[in-house]
């Protein structure tokens, strides 16, 4: 093998190193991090798993730290039967989840790889790898801390690859990098971007199957269609230790469906309201064009409007700076509730996405339009009809919150696009009156859509009113649409300033006056710098901060010292002076908390928040109280001790049957849940013939806690219920009972939201509560089957490629004759004819 082959590949990894440690630098070369707010919630959810990780080498996979107990799927959940994993680790240069730089890094390799396989000069591969890396979205994410979503995202042109590999009839090759991809993808832990590229590889299959009809190759289209469904398997079978716990969690969330008449008559899934609260407009969508062409985000700094200048006269520096990022979202008039900046794509992408449409010929470029255009309308949300039928007949559709951010697919069909736009332009086969009619249509189209977006008008805020009565001034309204119009047309002009220079290149290059080669560098660095004036507007290197602050826990404070005095730790905290119930994870850095930040809430503890502790909080106090929340922190920081806390366990001396989960609820009004208990019927039957005698005695208590093992030691001379503070979890989805060291039979649900058991009477009796999910376990050992299987596919895969010569394609764009020499255009090609290279 010429192994000079492979310089030009070890430029553009050294290419995308640099790009992205230097863009990322405080982090690369200083180890300083980000703020990433959810990570700094995510870390306070995860710190009682930890603690125990740190303790026992091992993560309980339940945990008392936030909302009054949950399983840890979704928080917190250490993989060893997936054997990838140090190949996923690898991809991120073995750095943590916080190295945001290795993140970008491992975006721009993998799709430098898939351009590769798409047969691009590695120059345009750069081109590719930049434009899908250095984005204001993936930013965006990045400074949030949707870090699972960057390493999903990182990984999704890698399964493509794969998969176009497969129906090119690279059968072995494809399927390993196929199965090895998608394994990774989904060991990121993002399903909701995962199943965004299932959708997406799904018109891939279908553009292949109208190529296949053309050619008459369905056999073909056929094989790879069912060996790319077998290496779903493997990929979904080595990350079954995840999915399966998660699968059967969902169940009991948001994403479930509740035992309420309402709720359940609608089905499982989420409310569509919610679904679909971060809906990207229509309109907006020329900020993929234009950035400030809606106003710009939260994120980003506007010191030279005039709205600033008003509300920050006489101000000193160090203020100037609050004043702004206490302004910075008013600038924004989208249909979404906020948003940390505006989603660009990159004027010269865009214009060389709409070029290639026109351009580039095959199979190829109809996945990527539509693919492109199906994911943009699935991030209009509320905003496109077709989401309104999506919602009632896309399986899962309905499980998943935010859609905008489909943006993060569209994004990587506009660059691949965009790229072979470029490998076409300097294609010898391409006729030179192809090329002029596919510029003209670009450079047409952009700067239209620039002129619309720069000069179209703007619109009012949905906070414009509240804001001007609050500071009062009452011509705020116009002044914010001066700045936003000011806004939209200085961007407007910035972006026809980079497609004419992008246009000029392509120009000069079809006159002969610019060889491709070098067309291609300064395309290259005219998106880099496109992208990277954008990025930045959100990122300084004053956002970062040292490793040591931006790991630490939440500051303590008083009350946190003053109710970790009790002697007795086993109780639950509600924390109103860090933030309201479902969005206060910082309480969990130093107790058992009844709040919590996460998406994957269980259902009934949310169903009880809303209906019992968002209003009339202190006439609810019992129902703090059932789930042992024994302090309550005030809004103003004061600790007040409940006088309705219940403890750990007790026994009641009565309970009522009730028809259904709405009665249940309801009764919770005026239950004494020291005294009584609720059980809904379909619940009822371990309770039949009991007949509770009250017994003065009897005693109950939590001799031993561990997440994942409670023991309890009781006496009672007859018959008892009951009642514990632990979340209801079925007892078939992981919680085993045992008394005195035998099997025991399960605890049920009673008040709607807590666990209750019938006992039977003895002395010094031991009861445990162990959580041991069969679906984790066995989901391990099935785990390391498939993934072993996966490594094995890719490796084979690898050897006969290297027998075969490693093929890499080569640098071609030094050998592209002058404009003179230039042939008609070809016909188009089917990718599925056996036995010859495309």
């Known amino acids: 093998m010429d192994y000079k082959k492979l310089l030009p590949h070890a430029i553009a990894i050294a290419v995308m190193l640099a790009v992205a440690a230097i863009f990322f630098a405080p982090n690369a070369f200083y180890g300083k991090l980000l703020p990433q707010g959810d990570n700094?919630?995510?870390?306070?959810?995860?710190?009682?798993?930890?603690?125990?990780?740190?303790?026992?080498?091992?993560?309980?996979?339940?945990?008392?730290?936030?909302?009054?107990?949950?399983?840890?799927?979704?928080?917190?959940?250490?993989?060893?039967?997936?054997?990838?994993?140090?190949?996923?680790?690898?991809?991120?240069?073995?750095?943590?989840?916080?190295?945001?730089?290795?993140?970008?890094?491992a975006?721009?390799?993998?799709?430098?790889?898939?351009?590769?396989?798409?047969?691009?000069?590695?120059?345009?591969?750069?081109?590719?790898?930049?434009?899908?890396?250095?984005?204001?979205?993936?930013?965006?994410?990045?400074?949030?801390?949707?870090?699972?979503?960057?390493?999903?995202?990182?990984?999704?042109?890698?399964?493509?690859?794969?998969?176009?590999?497969?129906?090119?009839?690279?059968?072995?090759?494809?399927?390993?990098?196929?199965?090895?991809?998608?394994?990774?993808?989904?060991?990121?832990?993002?399903?909701?971007?995962?199943?965004?590229?299932?959708?997406?590889?799904?018109?891939?299959?279908?553009?292949?199957?109208?190529?296949?009809?053309?050619?008459?190759?369905?056999?073909?289209?056929?094989?790879?269609?069912?060996?790319?469904?077998?290496?779903?398997?493997?990929?979904?079978?080595?990350?079954?230790?995840?999915?399966?716990?998660t699968y059967e969690f969902s169940k009991e969330t948001i994403r479930g469906?509740?035992?309420?008449?309402?709720?359940?008559?609608?089905?499982?899934?989420?409310?569509?309201?919610?679904?679909?609260?971060?809906?990207?407009?229509?309109?907006?969508?020329?900020?993929?064009?234009?950035?400030?062409?809606?106003?710009?985000?939260?994120?980003?700094?506007?010191?030279?409007?005039?709205?600033?200048?008003?509300?920050?006269?006489?101000?000193?520096?160090?203020?100037?700076?609050?004043?702004?990022?206490?302004?910075?979202?008013?600038?924004?008039?989208?249909?979404?509730?906020?948003?940390?900046?505006?989603?660009?794509?990159?004027?010269?992408?865009?214009?060389?996405a709409l070029m290639g449409a026109f351009l580039v010929p095959g199979r190829t470029k109809w996945w990527l339009v539509a693919g492109g255009i199906f994911t943009l309308t699935l991030?209009?949300?509320?905003?496109?009809?077709?989401?309104?039928?999506?919602?009632?007949?896309?399986?899962?559709?309905?499980?998943?919150?935010?859609?905008?951010?489909?943006?993060?697919?569209?994004?990587?069909?506009?660059a691949i696009l965009a790229a072979l736009g470029i490998q076409q332009w300097f294609n010898q086969e391409t006729?030179?009156?192809?090329?002029?009619?596919?510029?003209?249509?670009?450079?047409?189209?952009?700067?239209?859509?620039?002129?619309?977006?720069?000069?179209?008008?703007?619109?009012?805020?949905?906070?414009?009113?509240?804001?001007?009565?609050?500071?009062?001034?009452?011509?705020?309204s116009q002044i914010l649409e001066q700045d936003r119009a000011s806004l939209a047309r200085s961007d407007a002009f910035r972006s026809l300033g980079f497609i004419l220079a992008a246009a000029a290149v392509l120009w000069f290059s079809l006159r002969g006056t610019?060889?491709?080669?070098?067309?291609?560098?300064?395309?290259?660095?005219?998106?880099?710098?496109?992208?990277?004036?954008?990025?930045?507007?959100?990122?300084?290197?004053?956002?970062y901060q040292d490793k040591r602050i931006a790991l630490g826990k939440v500051p303590e404070q008083p009350y946190d010292a003053q109710i970790k005095a009790d002697p007795d730790p086993h109780y639950r905290v509600l924390d109103l002076a860090r933030g309201g119930i479902t969005g206060n994870a910082f309480t969990s850095y130093y107790h058992k908390s009844l709040s919590g930040y996460s998406a994957a809430k269980l259902q009934r503890f949310q169903e009880v928040v809303d209906t019992f502790l968002t209003t009339n909080l202190g006439e609810n106090l019992h129902i703090i109280g059932m789930l042992n929340g024994k302090y309550i922190v005030t809004q103003k920081g004061e600790v007040v001790q409940n006088p309705e806390v219940c403890g750990n366990a007790w026994f009641v001396e009565h309970f009522t049957v009730v028809p259904d989960g709405n009665a249940e609820i309801a009764a919770l009004h005026n239950l004494n849940p020291k005294d009584s208990a609720v059980v809904q019927q379909s619940f009822a039957e371990g309770l039949n013939g009991l007949n509770i005698q009250r017994d003065s005695n009897a005693t109950i208590k939590l001799t031993s806690y561990h997440p994942d093992k409670m023991e309890y030691t009781y006496s009672a001379s007859s018959e008892q219920l009951a009642l514990f503070s632990e979340m209801y979890y079925p007892p078939a989805k992981g919680w085993q009972c045992y008394l005195n060291g035998e099997p025991a039979p399960d605890f049920i649900k009673a008040n709607y939201l807590i666990r209750a058991m019938r006992l039977p009477p003895g002395q010094n009796m031991k009861l445990e509560m162990r959580f041991e999910p069969r679906s984790f376990y066995l989901g391990e050992k099935l785990s390391m089957v498939f993934s072993l299987l996966v490594l094995l596919l890719f490796a084979v895969g690898v050897w006969f490629w290297y027998k075969k010569g490693l093929n890499m394609p080569p640098a071609n764009l030094d050998n592209v004759p002058q404009p003179e020499q230039h042939k008609r255009a070809p016909e188009p090609q089917s990718i599925v004819k056996k036995g010859k290279k495309k």
């Open 40 to 105: 700094v919630k995510a870390r306070g959810m995860q710190t009682e798993t930890k603690a125990y990780l740190d303790k026992e080498g091992t993560a309980p996979l339940w945990t008392n730290a936030a909302f009054g107990g949950m399983p840890s799927f979704q928080i917190y959940q250490k993989i060893d039967g997936n054997l990838t994993k140090p190949v996923y680790k690898a991809m991120f240069l073995g750095q943590p989840i916080t190295s945001v730089w290795a993140q970008v890094f």
């Open 107 to 245: 975006a721009m390799l993998c799709m430098y790889l898939l351009m590769l396989v798409l047969r691009v000069d590695w120059r345009v591969a750069i081109f590719a790898a930049l434009a899908y890396g250095i984005t204001s979205y993936n930013v965006d994410i990045l400074e949030a801390g949707h870090s699972t979503k960057m390493n999903a995202l990182a990984m999704m042109p890698g399964v493509f690859a794969g998969l176009i590999l497969l129906y090119r009839e690279k059968w072995l090759l494809g399927a390993g990098v196929f199965a090895l991809f998608l394994t990774m993808q989904i060991n990121a832990n993002h399903v909701q971007i995962t199943y965004y590229t299932l959708l997406l590889c799904a018109i891939y299959g279908a553009a292949a199957l109208a190529d296949a009809i053309k050619a008459k190759s369905l056999a073909n289209w056929a094989k790879a269609s069912a060996i790319s469904l077998a290496c779903l398997i493997l990929g979904f079978g080595s990350n079954i230790s995840r999915l399966w716990p």
């Open 257 to 352: 469906k509740s035992e309420l008449t309402q709720k359940s008559s609608k089905g499982d899934g989420l409310d569509k309201d919610y679904l679909f609260g971060w809906s990207y407009g229509i309109g907006e969508s020329l900020t993929l064009l234009v950035p400030h062409a809606y106003g710009g985000g939260a994120n980003e700094s506007f010191e030279k409007t005039k709205f600033f200048d008003l509300v920050s006269r006489g101000a000193s520096t160090v203020e100037k700076k609050q004043i702004a990022r206490q302004i910075a979202s008013s600038f924004y008039w989208g249909n979404q509730p906020f948003v940390g900046t505006a989603i660009y794509f990159g004027a010269i992408v865009v214009f060389l």
């Open 379 to 414: 991030a209009w949300g509320k905003n496109f009809f077709l989401n309104d039928i999506l919602y009632d007949v896309l399986p899962m559709f309905n499980k998943f919150r935010a859609v905008s951010m489909a943006l993060g697919i569209s994004q990587m069909c506009f």
């Open 431 to 476: 006729s030179v009156k192809a090329k002029q009619r596919a510029l003209y249509i670009g450079l047409g189209s952009t700067v239209l859509l620039c002129l619309i977006a720069g000069f179209g008008g703007v619109g009012s805020g949905a906070n414009d009113a509240a804001l001007a009565k609050q500071i009062n001034m009452p011509n705020l």
């Open 514 to 543: 610019l060889k491709a080669g070098m067309a291609v560098i300064i395309m290259v660095a005219l998106a880099l710098a496109d992208h990277w004036g954008v990025a930045t507007r959100t990122k300084s290197s004053d956002d």
